[in-house]
């Protein structure tokens, strides 16, 4: 008994390139997609996980600073006044930014 084969070829599925997120690489529909600079498209699940990146870094920076802070107050004379503190994390750069 002979088996006979026959080959297909497909071809390869290519999808647009319009449809993909620049991150992850998935085909997503165009309303699960955030266009960014330079004409590029971030997918929502890549949208949000950037998001709580960018969150994580806030509080590791907002950590950082209050510890330096901190610091400066340390090192003020025991007998320091409000404004003395103030006028130190003036001068070492802490201020609001407009
Ligand atoms: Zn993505």
């Given at each position: 008994m002979s088996i006979s084969t026959t080959n297909y070829e497909f071809s390869k599925y290519e999808p647009d390139?319009?449809?993909?997120?620049?991150?992850?690489?998935e085909s997503c529909a165009p309303s699960h997609l955030i266009t960014v600079p330079e004409d590029k498209n971030i997918c929502i699940k890549c949208a949000e996980l950037l998001g709580e990146i960018a969150a994580e870094n806030r509080e590791k920076i907002k950590d950082s600073e209050i510890e330096k802070m901190l610091s400066i107050e340390s090192e003020?004379?025991?007998?320091?006044q409000p404004y003395d503190l103030m006028t130190a994390l003036y001068d070492a750069g802490y201020r609001k930014m407009e």
């Open positions: 390139p319009k449809t993909l997120c620049c991150l992850c690489k003020m004379p025991d007998s320091y």
